[in-house]
């Protein structure tokens, strides 16, 4: 079957330094991948998407700055938290999916405690 | 508005009854996928659907694009049945697989 794994499951970082998440589709080739960040009594927002042969493509509100994703096969990325604060306390999730018209699997989450 | 209007935003049912949950959208979409979010925050995915209507066990989900709404129906709820429940459609004009999220219901179920 298709499974996402997240790591780490949970994170806590002191305000002002940064971490890095992971995430790995497995038994499927994750053609695109999609970062969603929950943020504390509220819904999934999406952070970036990313296809394969295609650049990320960032929401508004969020940066390839504060976000750098890396996608470097159809298994794995990674995206990193740069500086955090408490406004980016949350979960984050990844989603993974082959082919366009596929459901999107998502893995457990990597939740985010800042200090 | 929000492409994705979700209601209602809380549900309060007894074991065994039967209810609802709805997602408006404000323009068509392509899919839509229903979760339930447990309490340590996973989603588990209930239901894809990119027309049409899919049942599995007590749960029953529709969507028609052509009206703009998705729907998911809990016959005979159970206590496991609480959570939080989210809808989450992509658009028809989506380049990828990017997913706008409902607010979400909030779902008790009581003895």
């Known amino acids: 079957g298709a499974l996402v794994y997240q790591y780490p499951r949970r994170t806590i970082c002191k305000s002002g330094t940064s971490m890095r998440m992971e995430c790995q589709a497995v038994g499927f080739q994750a053609t695109s991948v999609a970062w969603y960040r929950q943020s504390p009594q509220k819904t999934f927002e999406l952070i970036a998407l990313?296809?394969?042969?295609?650049?990320?493509?960032?929401e508004q509100n969020f940066t390839q700055e504060k976000f750098p994703i890396s996608h470097p096969n159809l298994s794995f990325s990674s995206m990193t938290v740069l500086n955090a604060y408490l406004e980016d306390r949350g979960l984050y999730l990844c989603?993974?999916?082959?082919?366009?018209?596929?459901?999107?699997?998502f893995g457990p989450g990597t939740r985010l405690t800042v200090l | 508005g929000m492409p994705v209007e979700q209601n209602p935003p809380a549900l309060s049912l007894y074991e065994g009854a039967d209810s609802g949950l709805r997602c408006n959208f404000s323009?068509?979409?392509?899919?839509v996928q229903w979760f339930q979010q447990n309490h340590r925050g996973r989603l588990i995915t209930l239901f894809y659907l990119a027309q049409g209507t899919k049942e599995n066990g007590r749960l029953k989900s529709t969507f028609n694009s052509k009206e703009r709404y998705s729907t998911l129906h809990i016959k005979d709820a159970q206590l496991e049945d609480s959570g939080t429940y989210f809808c989450a459609a992509e658009m028809t004009n989506s380049a990828g697989n990017k997913l706008t999220f409902g607010i979400g219901t909030r779902v008790l179920v009581r003895p």
């Open positions: 989603g993974a999916r082959t082919g366009r018209y596929a459901e999107q699997f």
């Open positions: 323009t068509t979409m392509k899919s």
């Open positions: 990313s296809t394969v042969n295609s650049a990320i493509k960032y």
